[in-house]
C-alpha cells in the first residue's frame, strides 16, 4: 500500500506564494520520479512540474521562472514553491509519483496519486 499525502493548499493574493508539499509511505521499494500536475474546473489534468530522483526536474512553459520543484529523497517528499501566482494558477493540484512497491512484484514504474489540495488566487 502506497500513499501520497498533499498539504499546502489555500487562498491567496495574486502576485503570492504557496508551498505544496507531497509526502509518500508505505510499501515503498523505489522511486523514479515524484510531480505535480493541476487541474481547474472543466478542463483536464495538465503536468505542472516533475522530478526524478536523480534530481532533473522539468516544468510546464506556463510555470517556468514563477515556480520551482524539489526534493528530498531520504523523506520520500517533494515540493512546489509558487511563485508570482496568477488567477489562471487556481486549481486542484494533485501529487504523482512513479514507484515500485514491495506488494506488487513487478519493474513496471507504478503510478500513484494524492487527493488533490485546492489553491485558489483570488484578490
Known amino acids: 500500500q502506497v500513499q501520497l499525502v498533499e498539504s499546502g493548499g489555500g487562498l491567496v493574493q495574486p502576485g503570492g506564494s504557496l508551498r505544496l508539499s507531497c509526502a509518500a509511505s508505505?510499501?515503498?521499494?523505489?522511486?523514479?520520479?515524484m510531480g505535480w500536475y493541476r487541474q481547474a474546473p472543466g478542463e483536464q489534468r495538465d503536468l505542472v512540474a516533475s522530478i526524478t530522483n536523480d534530481g532533473i526536474a522539468s516544468s510546464a512553459g506556463s510555470v517556468k521562472g514563477r515556480f520551482t520543484i524539489s526534493r528530498d529523497a531520504a523523506k520520500n517528499t517533494v515540493y512546489l514553491q509558487m511563485n508570482s501566482l496568477k488567477p489562471e494558477d487556481t486549481a486542484v493540484y494533485y501529487c504523482n509519483a512513479k514507484i515500485r512497491t514491495f506488494d506488487i512484484p513487478t519493474m513496471r514504474w507504478l503510478e500513484f496519486w494524492g487527493q488533490g489540495t485546492l489553491v485558489t488566487v483570488s484578490s
Open positions: 508505505g510499501s515503498i521499494s523505489s522511486i523514479f520520479a
